[in-house]
């Protein structure tokens, strides 16, 4: 069927993702279903995109290094800004 040729198509000519490939047989499904009003049928033999391995993301010692005065700023501004407002609330008794 051309619905299989053109899913396959997307994986291996155009080399799109593997969620691009869904959203265009799912563009088709609903296209199909709800506006011609037809049937598609078991859809056999495509072609599926790959999806990428997912690797995990591990940070050098000098990216480690720059983000811990960042947070003991950030912890500081946030314990100063608490103080303040217990401060001011204080004073206005």
Same mark, same amino acid.
């Given at each position: 069927?051309? @619905? !299989? $040729?053109?899913? /396959?198509?997307?994986?291996?000519? /155009?080399?799109?993702? !593997?969620?691009?490939?869904?959203? !265009?047989?799912?563009?088709?499904?609903?296209? +199909?279903?709800?506006?011609?009003?037809?049937? @598609? #049928?078991? @859809?056999?033999?495509?072609?599926?995109?790959?999806?990428?391995?997912?690797?995990?993301?591990?940070? /050098?010692?000098?990216?480690? #290094?720059?983000?811990?005065?960042?947070?003991? $700023?950030?912890? +500081?501004?946030?314990?100063?800004?608490? +103080?303040?407002?217990?401060? $001011?609330?204080?004073? $206005?008794?």
């Amino acid at each position: 069927m051309e @619905i !299989a $040729a053109f899913l /396959s198509s997307l994986a291996s000519e /155009s080399r799109v993702s !593997a969620s691009t490939q869904n959203q !265009a047989f799912n563009a088709l499904l609903f296209l +199909y279903q709800q506006v011609l009003q037809k049937k @598609i #049928g078991l @859809i056999e033999g495509v072609v599926r995109a790959k999806r990428p391995s997912r690797l995990p993301v591990l940070l /050098s010692g000098i990216e480690q #290094g720059w983000r811990g005065p960042t947070l003991m $700023a950030t912890r +500081y501004l946030n314990s100063s800004q608490t +103080y303040l407002k217990s401060f $001011a609330a204080f004073r $206005a008794r």
